[in-house]
């Protein structure tokens, strides 16, 4: 079965760091982008950051970008989401999600969510 | 960044009827190669979204021939022949020709 295996969230003090994991199983995950969406309680879907599987090239959202780093282990099959100083807006379930195909969007996790509070 | 603007942002429908979601981007969504990334996703409560629509018009394997996605360079739709129980939820357009790749707000689907 084609999975997407998020951990490492839970609650965080603000200004404390945080690491999300995403593990694929049933599958490789290659030559595409992977990618992190997130969704705040009762609210929207927000594209945070994604990376290219093949070269590591990355991009962010702005409300992120120099605080969130993406990163990917080939070897492992995985994706991680380094969250440094993270904010009580960043309050979120936070969904890793890989392209099978350019663009595609297609394999979603079940989502693991991050609090930010005091 | 793409700006996707979604409406309604309810819709609802009487179950056999059809019903029709839009979406506007800011600029076009043609990339360089050709191909419009252009997806269509559907949430029910307390699941994670799927894709039903990728690259326009192409329906997600498993998705039932009453979704239909249409559209070009700016304006997109998608429609629903006949609305069943299970379609109600949250759809989202989404863009990924231009990073930060975006998503429209949502429209809610619900029975009346």
């Known amino acids: 079965e084609v999975q997407l295996v998020e951990s490492g969230g839970g609650l965080v003090q603000p200004g404390r760091s945080l690491r999300l994991s995403c593990a694929a199983s049933?599958?490789?995950?290659?030559?595409?982008?992977v990618h992190w969406v997130r969704q705040s309680p009762g609210k929207g879907l927000e594209w945070v950051s994604g990376?290219?599987?093949?070269?590591?090239?990355?991009g962010y959202v702005d409300s992120v970008r120099g605080r969130f780093t993406v990163s990917r282990d080939k070897a492992k099959n995985s994706l991680q989401l380094q969250m440094i100083s993270p904010r009580p807006d960043d309050t979120a379930m936070y969904y890793c999600?890989?392209?099978?195909?350019?663009?595609?969007?297609?394999?979603w996790g079940k989502g693991i969510m991050v609090t930010v509070s005091s | 960044d793409v700006v996707m603007t979604q409406s309604p942002l309810s819709l609802p429908v009487t179950l056999g009827q059809p019903a029709s979601i839009s979406c506007r981007s800011s600029q076009s969504l043609v990339h360089s190669d050709g191909n419009t990334y252009f997806n269509w996703f559907h949430q029910r409560p307390g699941q994670s979204p799927r894709r039903l629509i990728y690259k326009v018009s192409n329906r997600d394997s498993g998705v039932p021939d009453r979704f239909s996605g249409s559209g070009s360079g700016t304006d997109f739709t998608l429609k629903i022949s006949r609305v069943e129980a299970e379609d109600v939820g949250v759809y989202y357009c989404m863009q990924a020709t231009h990073w930060p790749l975006t998503f429209g707000g949502g429209t809610k689907v619900e029975i009346k």
């Open positions: 990376i290219f599987w093949n070269n590591g090239n990355t």
């Open positions: 999600v890989a392209e099978t195909s350019p663009g595609g969007m297609d394999v």
């Open positions: 049933g599958f490789t995950i290659h030559g595409y982008a």
